[in-house]
Nanobody
C-alpha cells in the first residue's frame, strides 16, 4: 500500500510556473505507475500526465504538451509535475495517483489507479 501527499499548489498569474510534488510512502514506490489528474469546479476529473515505473515513458494530454512535464525520482519516492506558461483554464485541484505495485506501462483513466492523494489547489489568474 502507498500513501500520497501532494504539495506545491498556489495562486499564480497567467504565464507563471509551478512545480507540484507528490511524496509517496512505501518501499515499493519504484514499482508503481504514477499519474497526475485535475478537477475543476463542476467538471469531471481529467487526466493530465502519466509516467511509467522507471520514468522511461511519459505521456501528457494535448492541452498541456510543451508546457507541463511529469517526472519522478524513485530514490526520493517523489513524482513531480512541472507546469510552465500556466493559463486560467489550468485552474483546478491537482491529484496524483498510483497504480501498483509492479505495474508496467502507463494509465490514463482514473479508474485504473489504486491510490490517490488529497489534492492541491492551483489557481491561475488572468
Amino acid at each position: 500500500q502507498v500513501q500520497l501527499v501532494e504539495s506545491g499548489g498556489g495562486l499564480v498569474q497567467a504565464g507563471d510556473s509551478l512545480t507540484l510534488s507528490c511524496a509517496a510512502s512505501g518501499r515499493t514506490f519504484s514499482s508503481y505507475a504514477m499519474g497526475w489528474f485535475r478537477q475543476a469546479p463542476g467538471k469531471e476529473r481529467e487526466f493530465v500526465a502519466a509516467i511509467s515505473w522507471s520514468g522511461g515513458m511519459t505521456y501528457h494530454r494535448d492541452s498541456v504538451k510543451g508546457r507541463f512535464t511529469i517526472s519522478r525520482d524513485n530514490a526520493k519516492n517523489t513524482v513531480y509535475l512541472q507546469m510552465n506558461s500556466l493559463k486560467p483554464e489550468d485552474t483546478a485541484v491537482y491529484y496524483c495517483a498510483a497504480r501498483g505495485p509492479y505495474s508496467s506501462g502507463m494509465y490514463y483513466s482514473p479508474s485504473e489507479y489504486d491510490y490517490w492523494g488529497q489534492g492541491t489547489q492551483v489557481t491561475v489568474s488572468s
